[in-house]
């Protein structure tokens, strides 16, 4: 997850720079801006990939509820 991140974003960074070199920032831009539009949709999928809850082991349930 981290290495995707990081890079998209260097991604982004020389598509910038080398669009701006060749005098092309328009397309650079755009082409730079699909690529941030994937990276912010990872920052937003992060909460979904958690680890799920432990299940629920009937012989060893929590004092309090034995109370």
Request: proline share 9%; aromatic share 8%; no cysteine.
């Amino acid at each position: 997850m981290v290495w995707m991140v990081a890079l998209l974003g260097v991604g982004v960074a020389a598509l910038m720079l080398f669009s701006l070199t060749a005098g092309a920032a328009g397309l650079g831009a755009a082409l730079a801006a699909r690529l941030l539009f994937v990276l912010i949709l990872v920052f937003a999928a992060t909460p979904w990939l958690a680890p799920p809850e432990p299940r629920l082991d009937p012989s060893a349930l929590p004092s309090g509820l034995l109370g």
